[in-house]
């Protein structure tokens, strides 16, 4: 009797890990596995790993690098497998299309305005550098304001000259007047008040403002203050 029983047993054992070494092998059998070689067209794609799927295509990776596949050029039973709807997938990449040109555009209007930038940079660079060309060899000046111009100051000249020490002092011919152009403190002077600092000639003022005729006067162009001492 224990003989039989154990004999059973042994049977049922035996039946049972054959059906479970079965269904193993089902499961990890590769017959639902990707294809590692595709040929899509003309082109052959060899050692195939397969990336994102979208409505319209999906991306792989292959042996000479990277490609986004149509998925209607796929053959039938993968555009099975990835679900291709024809309806979804020319939505999906109208949809990119229209994405992709407004970032083109975006990036067009980026890349204008950066130019644009450089630019604008680049020209301010020159004319600080001329400026500071200019101004390397201006004038320490000091003056009183005899008149407040739309375009700058008219000044009465005291002294003038490179350095304070060597020939700066009282100009040659008295009264020389200058019109000064930019002075920062421009909107604030008024008639009387002194200014110091450094200016270089740049040209002569034509102008019937100063003191209501026409006159024709040296144009200086302010270039900053000086810690230079001035009489006072």
């Known amino acids: 009797m224990k003989a039989t029983i154990f004999l059973a047993c042994l049977i049922l054992t035996t039946i049972a890990c054959f059906a479970q070494q079965t269904n193993s092998t089902a499961t990890t059998a590769p017959t639902n596995a990707l294809p590692t070689t595709i040929t899509i067209g003309n082109i052959v794609y060899e050692d195939v790993r397969w990336g994102t799927v979208t ?15 149509p998925l209607y050029s796929l053959p039938p039973e993968l555009q099975k497998r990835f679900g291709y709807d024809p309806r979804k997938g020319e939505k999906y990449r109208q949809a990119e299309a229209q994405q992709q040109a407004a970032w083109q555009q975006a990036e067009q209007l980026r890349l204008a305005k950066l130019k644009q930038q450089q630019a604008e940079e680049e020209q301010a660079k020159r004319a600080a550098q001329a400026q500071a ?100």
């Open 55 to 69: 409505p319209f295509s999906v991306s792989i990776f292959h042996k000479s690098g990277i490609a986004k596949i």
């Open 133 to 232: 060309e200019k101004c390397a060899g201006s004038m320490l000046v000091y003056a009183q304001v005899t008149q407040v111009l739309k375009e700058g100051l008219l000044l009465r000249i005291i002294c003038c000259g490179k350095r304070i020490g060597e020939d700066y002092g009282p100009p040659d011919d008295p009264p020389l007047e200058w019109v000064l152009i930019g002075h920062p403190k421009q909107n604030t002077l008024v008639k009387g008040n002194y200014v110091q600092g450094r200016a270089y000639r740049d040209g002569v003022f034509k102008s019937d403002t100063v003191v209501g005729v026409p006159r024709t006067i040296e144009r200086w162009v302010y270039c900053g203050a000086s810690n230079e001492l001035a009489p006072q």
